[in-house]
């Protein structure tokens, strides 16, 4: 079975602090995601990566960003987090022409 | 990619069939229907896809309209860690984003 792996599932950041949420996936996948999942706005992507040192922006780069040095692993990055950015964040990896994979989410909370 | 229409919620009884349906009427021919579920606490879990035909898998069944501007999530037999949130989203062939709608959140009572 596939594996994502990420790094917490709960984190609690002060405003203005540089945050790094960690993901890493077993499957030599290509592809790797971040959503963001709020209430009532479902699953929206942060950013999104192909292969290695290669990235995309998806609907919400805002504030964000992304390292991807290895294959296995995808890095996110608020560089100075607001209370706004408060949410859950998931990372997904997809292999080919496959469906994605998901890690069980790091709950962020920013103060 | 096109939308898709869930009811918000759905209710079965434990060891019972359930059919969660979906509505996507701009589906266009190289959409891939997903269905995806979200345990609580758990990042979304793929269940099935398809594209024209039926398909079967160990976690349920997906059967596909003929015109396709609709399709039905079965589960055979429902049990309790079956309730979840049902996301039933199209994607087109290589297409990289998922998005994500509100989907149906399912209730099994024991």
């Known amino acids: 079975d596939v594996k994502v792996t990420q790094s917490s599932r709960y984190l609690v950041k002060r405003t203005g602090e540089k945050v790094f949420l960690e993901c890493v996936q077993d499957?030599?996948?290509?592809?790797m995601f971040w959503y963001r999942q709020d209430p009532g706005l479902g699953l929206r992507l942060i950013y999104f990566?192909?292969?290695?040192?290669?990235?995309e922006k998806g609907d919400i780069p805002e504030g964000y960003s992304v390292s991807r040095e290895k294959k296995e692993r995808f890095s996110l990055i608020l560089e100075s987090a607001s209370t706004n950015q408060t949410s859950m964040y998931l990372c997904?990896?997809?292999?080919?022409?496959?469906?994605?994979?998901f890690g069980d989410g790091t709950r962020l909370s920013i103060l | 990619d096109a939308k898709t229409t869930q009811p918000n919620s759905m209710e079965s009884n434990e060891e019972e069939p359930v059919h969660l349906p979906c509505n996507h009427s701009?589906?266009?021919?190289?959409?891939?229907i997903h269905w995806y579920r979200q345990l609580p606490s758990q990042g979304p879990e793929y269940v099935i896809h398809?594209?024209?035909s039926n398909v079967n898998n160990r976690m349920a069944s997906l059967a596909i309209a003929e015109d396709r501007k609709s399709s039905t999530l079965i589960l055979h037999r429902a049990t309790l860690r079956d309730a979840a949130v049902y996301y039933c989203?199209?994607?087109?062939?290589?297409?990289?984003?998922?998005?994500f709608g509100g989907g149906t959140r399912l209730m099994v009572k024991p």
């Open positions: 989203i199209l994607r087109r062939n290589a297409g990289n984003m998922l998005t």
């Open positions: 499957m030599d996948h290509e592809n």
């Open positions: 398809g594209l024209t």
């Open positions: 997904a990896s997809r292999g080919g022409d496959q469906p994605q994979h």
């Open positions: 990566s192909y292969d290695v040192k290669m990235k």
């Open positions: 701009t589906i266009s021919g190289t959409d891939y």
